[in-house]
């Protein structure tokens, strides 16, 4: 069953001469339980793509849908398409974009928080144990490493249990360590939390181990679909 | 360091928004300054000018001079000028001397305007003005000239110091120039430390903005000192632009208060010229860059100080407080996880905030503070000029004198009051036939004027124990009622007569001439009561009349008319009611003005700063705020949490400053008005609603333009800016 469908996206930015098409007509499905890795060089649109799956840039106007277990979020509002966000996807960021003043639990259930919803404890103790932040939980930001801050936000990504969890170079500002860890985080939450995961990334180790590599090129899927 | 310098000038311009608003604050202060200065050296030169029309241009005098000794005078050390005069002329023009613009007043002399050889003998003496050439020392130059003087055998002289002039000439010892001088410093001590201390916030935020651009340049070699620099650079090119623009603010100001002082003040003398010496320019703009460095200099410190890893980290101020911090469960459940955010923002960093805060304090307080200055002022106004319904008030005359006065005017509104030595505190009140007739037809009488109107109004009462009551004593009587009044027959007597007075009406409103709380009175009209067995008090025949515009003219006949009095006549005193009452008015609208001018240029300064430090805040969380959005949050609960945080910023502002203000203004009336006169403190309630109005519009406004700023860019292209 495909999870993720889109169709005929495209991105344009500036006009005229200068106008560049970031995303050019893709079309991409993906199915429920895939680690799929989406690779390219820099500029070819990867993260453009990656934004308007995660609700978080919108492609032009009446180009394409992009169809998330069966919703269009193209055509939501503003207002909806945030409750969906908090709802369905999960984004990890590049730099880890933690909120400053609230510490590793609150950072972890900011989403599910937004939604009203009480705090699962025992499911949030399992996760803060899988992402080996046990004995940081009530840590500002400030106060860990660069691959513990990414663990964080691959948390508050995780916790909400969304259908799609999409990554944006998440090991781009990390060390090799740092990053395998990362990496065995996604697949874990993939294998043992079921979970659909999208990752953008230019490291072709990482790539290697998705179950498929989508390669993006001038904004378009050369390899993969 | 020219590549810094670019940078710099390239920071001011991209952030332009907060340069100008940083400049506006500076250019306020300097402008601030400026007009305090100027008005004070206006007023000082005006005093001055002033002293020396009344009493003559010169420091001392030496009269009955012979004329073949004039030239120790003239020779002695310390002399820059003399000029001479004779004998004694009422003329009433003032005259110059030959070749010299000095007046002197030549209504006690007549001036001499050339001297020659010929008048210089031995008998004939003369009055010497002298202008020393350092004034401040006029008492030791005086002695001196005074001992030649003895030395050639003249002992006759009079030495006379002009002091009315020495007063302005730097003669420092006299009282009041002492404390002119304290209380000009401590009001721009005030201007400039306030100053400092709210433009110091926007160099701190500019600085806190660009701590890693400041991070690249020192890892690539810059020294703390060309860091520095480039801080006060910063701070000189505001100062640069904005220092000109305030003093031509100021001088602005300063005129437009020399009108308005002038229009409000007409009837005093000539009314304030405009002073304004060089160097009160020069130590403007000296004390503006004073400000502006001194602003800048703890950024320029801090920024000096980071290392180069912590700059590029640039870990901002969020304190590391591991302590749980505790949100309200209200906050929770009302305003949702943006509530819980925003309120562990104003808690965890402090700084951020508090430099805000502290603004709004300091303008809160000292708003409420002086306000309470001004209402006090206007209720000593009100205790002093109470309304009694009249303009003018003559006294000191008879009936006849009145109704002279009434003749010759063609008064209309008037009364005649006359009181009579009753014993007890009900007193008895005789009023002139026509306002006794109205104010009895207004109290329902219908055609019987013989009889008392009584003003039935509270007596207090003073019981054993202290306590005061109140009591409407005369609520037993109706009319037709008689009551029997005591009277003594002379001032020393013990023993008492009684008169029976029959009560025609009973009201509560007063008649022209008597205060509200005046105690309950009978009146009675003096003409168809038979008053003849009535005793009344001497001197106690008063007009209460409203003349409309001819006060001037009653005025004057008046003065004309005492000045003319023949022995045994009566001498009649008006009192301008209106004109003193208004000109009172006008002399604390003026206060007011200057007060409260002071205090909203105070306040603007500090706006300046709350603009700057609450629009960088929201603008160094523009990330934060993408994210908030990335994972979720809803346009609407985002504006609940800024408006959260505005009511945050708002009660915590007024929580401190309103009581704050509400001790200063409580000290300044303890201090000024209770200790001389008995007025009862009053809570200052209109200023401070009117602070809760203006903090709540100000922050609201302030915080939605910042937010409109920053979330017309896009949620991605936010995160993805890796500067801060």
Not at chain 1, 130 to 147: C, D, F, I, W
Request: charged letters at 20%.
């Amino acid at each position: 069953m495909n999870i993720l469908s889109v169709k005929k996206l495209t991105k344009t930015y500036g006009k005229g001469d200068s106008l560049v098409k970031a995303v050019d007509n893709v079309s991409l499905e993906v199915k429920e339980g895939e680690f799929v890795a989406i690779i390219g060089a820099s500029g070819s649109g990867k993260s453009t793509l990656l934004h308007m799956i995660g609700g978080v840039d919108r492609p032009d106007k009446n180009s394409g849908t992009i169809e998330i277990s069966g919703t269009d979020i193209t055509k939501l509002s503003d207002n909806k398409l945030a409750i969906f966000r908090r709802q369905n996807i999960g984004i990890i960021y590049q730099f880890y974009n933690l909120i400053p003043v609230l510490n590793v639990r609150e950072n972890i259930t900011l989403s599910q928080d937004l939604d009203k919803k009480p705090v699962d404890e025992k499911y949030l103790n399992e996760l803060i144990e899988a992402l080996g932040l046990k004995n940081r939980e009530t840590h500002l930001p400030n106060q860990l490493s660069g691959g513990q801050q990414q663990r964080v936000a691959i948390g508050r990504a995780l916790y909400g249990r969304p259908a799609l969890i999409l990554a944006d170079e998440p090991t781009g500002n990390l060390d090799s360590k740092s990053s395998k860890e990362i990496v065995e985080l996604l697949k874990l939450a993939n294998r043992k939390f079921k979970q659909t995961v999208i990752v953008v990334t230019h490291d072709l180790e990482i790539a290697k181990q998705a179950d498929r590599i989508i390669t993006v090129a001038d904004g378009k899927i050369k390899r993969g679909k | 360091m020219r590549a810094l310098n670019r940078l710099t000038i390239a920071n001011l311009r991209k952030n332009r928004k907060r340069s100008i608003v940083t400049m506006i604050g500076v250019a306020l202060s300097v402008a601030l300054i400026f007009a305090v200065i100027s008005i004070a050296t206006s007023f000082w030169q005006t005093m001055r000018d002033y002293a020396i029309t009344e009493y003559g241009d010169y420091h001392e005098s030496f009269e009955f001079i012979p004329g073949d000794k004039l030239s120790i005078v003239e020779n002695a050390a310390g002399v820059e000028s003399v000029f001479y005069a004779k004998e004694f002329n009422f003329s009433e023009e003032y005259l110059y001397l030959a070749g010299s613009e000095m007046p002197l007043p030549s209504k006690i002399y007549e001036p001499i305007y050339s001297l020659d050889d010929s008048m210089r003998t031995a008998d004939q003496q003369y009055v010497v003005f002298v202008r020393y050439d350092n004034p401040k020392r006029h008492e030791r130059r005086g002695k001196d000239i005074g001992y030649a003087l003895e030395d050639a055998e003249i002992y006759t002289y009079t030495r006379r110091t002009n002091n009315q002039l020495l007063l302005f000439d730097g003669d420092i010892d006299y009282n009041t120039t002492t404390i002119f001088a304290c209380f000009g410093a401590l009001i721009l001590g005030i201007i400039v430390i306030a100053s400092i201390f709210t433009i110091r916030n926007s160099f701190n935020i500019s600085t806190t903005e660009r701590t890693r651009e400041f991070g690249m340049l020192s890892s690539v070699g810059a020294t703390p000192r060309q860091i520095r620099r480039s801080v006060y650079l910063e701070a000189l090119t505001i100062g640069v632009f904005s220092i000109p623009a305030g003093i031509a603010l100021g001088f602005i100001a300063t005129v437009v208060l020399i009108l308005v002082t002038n229009t409000l003040l007409g009837i005093i003398q000539n009314g304030l010229s405009l002073f304004v010496p060089w160097w009160v320019y020069l130590a403007d703009a000296v004390l503006g860059f004073i400000i502006v460095l001194l602003s800048s200099a703890s950024a320029a410190i801090r920024a000096g100080r980071l290392t180069p890893i912590e700059a590029i980290r640039s870990n901002q101020d969020i304190k590391a407080k591991n302590k749980r911090i505790k949100t309200n469960r209200f906050i929770r459940s009302y305003f949702g996880i943006g509530g819980v955010i925003a309120d562990k923002n104003l808690k965890r960093s402090r700084q951020k905030y508090r430099t805000t805060v502290v603004s709004i304090v300091v303008s809160v307080a000292v708003f409420v503070g002086m306000s309470s200055f001004v209402i006090d002022s206007q209720r000593i106004i009100e205790n002093f000029y109470p309304d009694f319904g009249a303009d003018y008030i003559v006294n000191g005359g008879d009936e006849s004198d009145y109704d002279e006065i009434v003749k010759k005017f063609n008064l209309n509104d008037y009364v005649i009051h006359r009181s009579i030595r009753t014993a007890g505190r009900i007193s008895v009140v005789t009023l002139s036939r026509d306002y006794f007739e109205k104010y009895a037809h207004n109290a329902g009488v219908k055609d019987d004027f013989e009889h008392a109107v009584i003003l039935n109004s509270y007596l207090s009462e003073t019981h054993s124990n202290g306590s005061r009551s109140f009591k409407k004593v005369l609520d037993e009587y109706k009319p037709g009622d008689d009551y029997t009044i005591k009277m003594y027959p002379d001032e020393n007597s013990a023993d008492t007569i009684e008169y029976k007075l029959k009560i025609s009406a009973i009201t509560d409103k007063n008649p022209m001439g008597t205060y509200e709380n005046d105690n309950p009175t009978f009146y009675i009209s003096n003409d168809y009561y038979d008053i003849k067995s009535l005793i009344f008090a001497d001197g106690y025949s008063q007009m209460f009349a409203n003349p409309g515009d001819q006060s001037k003219g009653i005025t004057a006949y008046l003065l004309e008319r005492s000045s003319e009095a023949k022995e045994g006549e009566n001498i009649l005193m008006g009192v301008d009611f209106k004109a003193s009452r208004d000109q009172t008015n006008n002399i604390i609208t003026l206060a007011a003005i200057f007060m409260y001018g002071f205090i909203v240029v105070v306040a603007l300064i500090g706006v300046t700063n709350i603009f700057n430090t609450i629009t960088t805040n929201i603008q160094l969380r523009a990330k934060e705020f993408a994210m908030l959005k990335s994972v979720g949050m809803t346009d609407d609960e985002f504006n609940r949490m800024i408006r959260f945080e505005t009511i945050l910023y708002t009660l915590r502002a007024l929580l401190i400053g309103l009581p704050i203000g509400i001790l200063i203004s409580y000290g300044i009336h303890y201090l000024l008005i209770e200790s001389n006169i008995s007025l009862s403190y009053q809570l200052p309630l209109i200023p401070i609603i009117i602070s809760i109005a203006v903090v709540a519009l100000l922050i609201t406004f302030i915080m939605r333009y910042a937010v409109r700023q920053v979330s017309k860019q896009n949620i991605i292209e936010t995160i993805r800016q890796d500067t801060v």
